[in-house]
């Protein structure tokens, strides 16, 4: 056995006793989304909330009292959307880490971010309606990493990885030169705005539609991550190993880009382009529950998700105006990362 299989083994081993983490970890999940449900400028007390969602879904009439209006129109999807924006993007930089065998790549690797945001800024810059906005954004990011993959597809002869990462870099820039030229085109009265508003991140106008539509999309990403999970373990330990245990890695590869892209794509599609999540709570699950992907998937879920619930809370709560979310996870994401560089810990095989 070569020294890549004993390690990632023994890691494998060693990670198994942490599953206990896992429920911890979601309990303190349901306690931070209970606790955003009633904070803010009308204030209801936890209990309250949790009674109301009972009793709504008893059949009883709770939707319109303005207790009611403010925790099922307001607050409610707003929590769901966070919950789901930040457990896609952590499980995609989960993804993207294992995949590359890099902790510094994230899902704007391979430009998905910044071909969703071209999309979003072009469906506001032609004042489409909302809809057609998210579905733009979405376009938007598959389009992009389709062009990432045809690059890398057209370079032989190199390393696939390192072109693949150098395209998503060139085609991320690209997008950001051309939705730069739709800022400058764009009214600076009426889009402009709205344009600079979207590419920062919010919450603020999210309805059940808006989660209906990304939150499918979503599940069906991760579930073929989480079946695959022992694979992609095996993946970790380099191509030439993985083809020696029977796992085609360059098959596998191109599923985990396309869940992961996907996942991306839809979330940014209705929150706007959110930032650092994807690269730092990875890290932070990593480190918890070791690099195990059977366990590091869920933790980074969870994690990411009990995250953006927190970031959301204080963009809503912190000042009288809404604070973009790419602004406070910037803020706090840049600390944290450099933190963890320093502490220059190898947690994972």
């Not at 969703?116 to 906005?133: C, K, N, Q, T, Y």
Request: charged share 10%; aromatic share 6%.
């Amino acid at each position: 056995m070569g020294k890549r299989e004993s390690a990632s083994l023994t890691a494998h081993r060693s990670t198994g006793a942490r599953w206990w983490v896992l429920p911890l970890l979601f309990a303190v999940l349901l306690v931070l989304s209970v606790l955003a449900l009633a904070v803010g400028p009308y204030p209801l007390s936890p209990g309250d909330a949790i009674a109301m969602i009972f009793r709504s879904v008893s059949g009883g009439e709770t939707a319109g009292s303005r207790e009611g209006t403010v925790l099922f129109a307001i607050r409610l999807p707003r929590v769901i959307a966070a919950l789901t924006v930040g457990g896609a993007l952590a499980a995609a930089g989960a993804a993207y880490q294992g995949m590359f065998r890099n902790p510094l790549v994230s899902p704007d690797i391979l430009g998905v971010s910044s071909g969703a945001g071209l999309g979003a800024v072009l469906g506001i810059f032609l004042s489409l309606p909302v809809l057609a906005i998210q579905g733009m954004a979405f376009l938007g990011g598959i389009a992009a990493v389709s062009l990432v993959t045809a690059i890398a597809a057209a370079v032989r002869n190199r390393d696939a990885l390192l072109i693949l990462v150098l395209a998503g870099v060139v085609v991320g820039a690209l997008a950001g030169a051309a939705t730069s030229l739709l800022k400058v085109l764009a009214d600076p009265y009426d889009q402009l705005p709205a344009i600079t508003f979207w590419l920062l991140g919010s919450l603020a106008a999210m309805q059940a539609e808006d989660i209906l539509a990304a939150a499918p999309l979503v599940i069906a990403a991760m579930l073929p991550l989480a079946l695959l999970r022992w694979r992609i373990n095996v993946l970790a330990m380099g191509d030439e190993e993985a083809k020696s245990l029977g796992v085609d890695a360059g098959r596998l590869r191109i599923a985990v880009v396309g869940c992961a892209t996907l996942m991306t794509a839809a979330v940014v599609s209705i929150s706007g382009v959110v930032g650092w999540v994807g690269l730092v709570i990875p890290h932070v699950a990593r480190m918890i529950v070791g690099p195990n992907f059977a366990t590091l998937l869920p933790a980074s879920i969870l994690l990411g998700a009990g995250y953006m619930v927190i970031v959301d809370t204080l963009a809503r709560t912190i000042a009288t105006v809404e604070v973009p979310l790419g602004i406070l996870t910037a803020i706090i994401g840049a600390p944290v990362f450099i933190w963890l560089l320093a502490r220059g810990r190898r947690s994972w095989a």
